[in-house]
Structure formats: structure tokens, C-alpha cells
């Protein structure tokens, strides 16, 4: 088997079939995910938070530091409904922690949240290779669009239903996100305990019943999971909790040290950070407000709420009171470079599944360049 050739190396002319998750809430970085482009795989830049101008800035400054393709990934879902009694709860629950930390106690009034279609406008505007979706299915018109300028689609899944539902949209590839995930569930169909399939258990039957690719993605940590998920049937491996220890990783010092003590610090799931559940480390601030759960709002308006006391915990290093978003994989982060990472990972799969270290010719040899825009794609000032 040739690990490294299939179905996304081919679209999208990269010599690995590996993505660097999106990793939004400071991980993530322009300088992250050129590095994962230029060394062969799928870099991601998180587009779903930030407003239109700073994501365009994002884009312009992985595009200084690398020519090869790499995605953005936009959430879907909207807002959840406000409500004043659940923001004044948030507010009265969050007051003690902001005065730990000598922040006034009313957390800033929440700023509108960045529109979809503008942020919709930015790719289009920018021409970027790639866009990944996650909390819902595009609306067909959106991935017309997307299409006809030449842009790469990806859903993400977290069961069998949305994997049809993401099918029948016209996503060209399906991210099956396992239970083991850091980060966000991407479920959008039924209880986020209804998403929670493991990742040897949600490939085949992914593979099994949608014809889209699928990119595996949760746990994977090595060339060992990257192997496990080919021979289970994935087209790309989709990796985020290995990359956060990385030197080009925006994770806080002790954040990273904390993902490879592991030992007593487990994964658990909790909506405390942003309204939305998701996999982080377990910390102070989760386990003091886990009873007070039901109370909080929804995505984004929470996500807002604990914005100042995120930020400031992460330029003190005060992990106590940081989103520290991991999967359960993060014993084996390692604090590598990026590229040294994906060459060790590459020499894994190949020597496991006995095919070639790449399809391709070597990362450095010959840079990957971009696709051409293509030229009957609809005006992007008209997008609207
Ligand atoms: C710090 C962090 C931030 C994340 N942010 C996003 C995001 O903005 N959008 C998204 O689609 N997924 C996000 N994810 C989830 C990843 O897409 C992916 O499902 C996950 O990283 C794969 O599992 P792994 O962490 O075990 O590799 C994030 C994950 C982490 C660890």
C-alpha cells in the first residue's frame, strides 16, 4: 500500500495526506500552519472567531511564509439566542475568577460576532486552497460558489446521519471526527453524546456507507495512528492536539507541559470556555464550574464572556484559568518542529504499510505552488 498517495493528495497536488487541524484559541498560528505546508501536508488557519479584516491579515501572513496550499476553516451554526438571565448567571459565576486576576468584575460587552458570508467573502477574495467547515452542513449555494473558484471543500462529521447530511450538501471531503478529539465537538445533529464514536469505530463506518473521501481525525498522534487510519480506509489524517506542543504552536509554555505530563491531568468534556462542549485538559476552572454547566449560554456569546480572563491567564502562563483544549492523545505531544514531526510521522507509515516515505518528490525539492484562480468564478465583491 502506498500510505502517502490518495484521494486529497491528489486534489490538492500535496505530498502527504496529512492535515493539521484548525486550532483556534491562540495554538494555531500563521507560522504553524506554513511550516505543516511547506513540509508536505495540509496546513490550517481557524477562521470561525475572527472578523473578516484579521483573518484576511492571517491569510496574508501564511502566504509570506509559504507558497503551497493550506485551508481555512469557518464554523457554521450561528449564535445561540441570547438570553439575559443565563448572561447575568455567566457574568455573577465568572466575577470571582476576573477579580483573582484584578479584571474588573463585568466581563467587556460580547462584540457582534463575525458574519458567515463575510468571512464566506474573505476565501473567495483570497482564493485559498482549501475551506473546512465545522457545526453544520454548508447551504449547497455556499459550496457551488466555493467550487467554481477551484476552492476545496471539507464538512466534519461526528456520526453516520451527518455524514449523510454533509454528503448530500456537496462537500468534497468529510472530516470523521472521533470521540478522542481536542477541541470542539463538531456534532450538529442530536446530543453531543450521540457524536461521541471513537475513531476505529467511525472511519469504517464511514467509509463503509459515504462515497466522499474521509479524513480521519482524533488521537492520532504518530506515524503509527497515520498508518492505523489508512488501513482503515481515510484518505487524509486530519491532527491537532500532536501539533500543539510544537516551538510554531501559539500554546503558552505550561500548556504545552501539561500535554505530555498527562499522568493524573485527564481529557474532559466541557462547554465552560465557550458555550459549545469540547475536549480540554481538566483545570481549576472547569472543575469549579462544571455543576453550573446547564446555567451558562450558548456558542459564542460564552465563548466572549471568558475572552479577557483566556487571555490574560495565557500571557501570565496561569493554566488554571486557560481554554487548554487537548485530546486524549497528548501524553505523546512532543516539542518538535513542525517539519521534523511530518518527516518522523512519514518514515513511520511507510516503513508499516511498506509503500514510499512519498508519492511525491520531496517537500524542499520542489515547492507546491498554488492553483490558478479560475477565471469564471463569480465576482468576489459580489458575493453578498
Ligand atoms: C486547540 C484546538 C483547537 C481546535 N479548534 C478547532 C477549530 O477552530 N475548528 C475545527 O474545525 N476544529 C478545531 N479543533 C478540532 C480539530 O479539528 C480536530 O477534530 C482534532 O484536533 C483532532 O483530534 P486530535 O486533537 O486528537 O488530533 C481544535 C482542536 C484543538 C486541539
Same mark, same amino acid.
Given at each position: 500500500m502506498n500510505w502517502s498517495h490518495t484521494a486529497l493528495t491528489e486534489r490538492l497536488d500535496i505530498p502527504y495526506p496529512i492535515i493539521q487541524a484548525p486550532l483556534a =484559541? *491562540?495554538? *494555531?498560528t500563521p507560522q504553524l500552519a506554513a511550516a505543516i505546508s511547506n513540509a508536505g501536508g495540509l496546513g490550517s488557519l481557524a477562521g470561525g472567531y475572527p472578523q473578516p479584516e484579521a483573518l484576511r491579515q492571517a491569510i496574508a501572513e501564511i502566504r509570506a511564509l509559504t507558497d503551497r496550499p493550506f485551508a481555512v476553516n469557518l464554523a457554521l451554526g450561528g449564535a445561540a439566542p441570547g438570553d439575559p438571565a443565563r448572561l447575568a448567571r455567566a457574568r455573577e459565576l465568572l466575577a470571582p475568577y476576573r477579580a483573582e486576576l484584578g479584571l474588573p468584575p463585568e466581563s467587556p460587552v460580547p462584540p457582534e460576532p463575525p458574519g458567515f458570508e463575510e468571512l464566506l467573502d474573505v476565501m473567495m477574495a483570497e482564493r485559498v486552497a482549501a475551506v473546512s467547515f465545522i457545526f453544520g452542513a454548508p447551504d449547497t449555494v455556499y459550496l457551488d460558489l466555493l467550487r467554481d473558484a477551484g476552492i476545496v471543500t471539507f464538512g466534519t462529521a461526528t456520526h453516520l446521519l451527518e455524514a449523510i447530511v454533509l454528503e448530500e450538501s456537496g462537500v468534497d471531503f468529510i472530516v470523521a471526527q472521533g470521540?478522542?478529539? =481536542? !477541541? +470542539?465537538? !463538531?456534532?450538529?445533529? !442530536? +446530543?453531543?453524546?450521540? !457524536? @461521541?464514536? *471513537?475513531i476505529l469505530t467511525l472511519v469504517p463506518l464511514l467509509t463503509k456507507h459515504i462515497r466522499v473521501p474521509i479524513v480521519a481525525g482524533g488521537g492520532i498522534m504518530d506515524g503509527r495512528g497515520i498508518a492505523a487510519a489508512r488501513i482503515l480506509g481515510a484518505a487524509g489524517i486530519q491532527m491537532g492536539t500532536a501539533f @500543539? #506542543?510544537?516551538?510554531? &504552536? =501559539? #500554546? &503558552?509554555p505550561a500548556y504545552k507541559a501539561l500535554l505530555s505530563e498527562g499522568s493524573e491531568i485527564a481529557t474532559t468534556l466541557s462547554r465552560v470556555f465557550t458555550g459549545r462542549v469540547g475536549r480540554v485538559l481538566r483545570n481549576r476552572l472547569v472543575n469549579e464550574l462544571h455543576p453550573h454547566e446547564a446555567d451558562l449560554p450558548g456558542f459564542p456569546l460564552q465563548l466572549f464572556l471568558t475572552e479577557e480572563l483566556r487571555q490574560v491567564a495565557a500571557e501570565r502562563d @496561569?493554566?488554571?484559568?486557560? #481554554?487548554?483544549w487537548a485530546g486524549q492523545g497528548c501524553h505523546l505531544s512532543e516539542n518538535r518542529p513542525a517539519a521534523e514531526l511530518i518527516a518522523a510521522w512519514a518514515g513511520q507509515a511507510a516503513t508499516l504499510l511498506g509503500g514510499e516515505e512519498s508519492s511525491r518528490e520531496p517537500p524542499a525539492a520542489e515547492p507546491v505552488a498554488q492553483k490558478p484562480p479560475v477565471d469564471e468564478s463569480p465576482d468576489p465583491a459580489c458575493f453578498i
Open positions: =484559541g *491562540g495554538p *494555531g470521540a478522542e478529539a =481536542g !477541541g +470542539h465537538r !463538531g456534532t450538529f445533529i !442530536g +446530543h453531543p453524546e450521540q !457524536g @461521541l464514536v *471513537g @500543539l #506542543a510544537c516551538p510554531e &504552536s =501559539g #500554546a &503558552s @496561569l493554566t488554571d484559568f486557560m #481554554a487548554l
